[in-house]
């Protein structure tokens, strides 16, 4: 059983900069993609991140060239680094992590992933 657990959420003021990172517990050898989703209140989840073993990068539009995800695979942590935070970044923001395979398409979509952690708050202040 696959277990993801984020830390490093919290508050932050507008144009600021935070660190979030993602254990991985669990049988993850062959874990070959991860990403990051993230949801605000009263919208659905989406994808923002998204990386495969390889190392290669997917991103979305709201986000490219602000955020960086990047992965220590011998650590099985997972991280996305965050800078010039927006107001419209305030979000729950999710893990998750599949075998595959997955489509350059469905490495951003929720439907693309069967393991998810638990979520951690990014609140950004005006």
């Known amino acids: 059983q696959v277990q993801l657990v984020e830390s490093g959420g919290g508050s932050v003021q507008t144009g600021g900069s935070l660190r979030l990172s993602c254990a991985a517990v669990?049988?993850?050898?062959?874990?070959?993609?991860m990403a990051w989703f993230r949801q605000a209140p009263g919208k659905e989840r989406g994808g923002i991140a998204a990386?495969?073993?390889?190392?290669?990068?997917t991103y979305a539009d709201s986000v490219k060239g602000r955020f960086t995800i990047s992965q220590d695979n011998a650590k099985n942590t997972l991280y996305l680094q965050m800078a010039s935070l927006q107001p419209e970044d305030t979000a729950i923001y999710y893990c998750?992590?599949?075998?595959?395979?997955?489509?350059?398409?469905?490495?951003?979509?929720?439907?693309?992933?069967?393991?998810w952690g638990q979520g951690t708050q990014v609140t950004v202040s005006s």
């Open positions: 998750a992590a599949d075998y595959g395979p997955l489509s350059l398409l469905a490495r951003l979509l929720v439907a693309g992933y069967k393991y």
């Open positions: 669990g049988y993850t050898d062959s874990m070959y993609y």
């Open positions: 990386i495969d073993r390889d190392g290669r990068t």
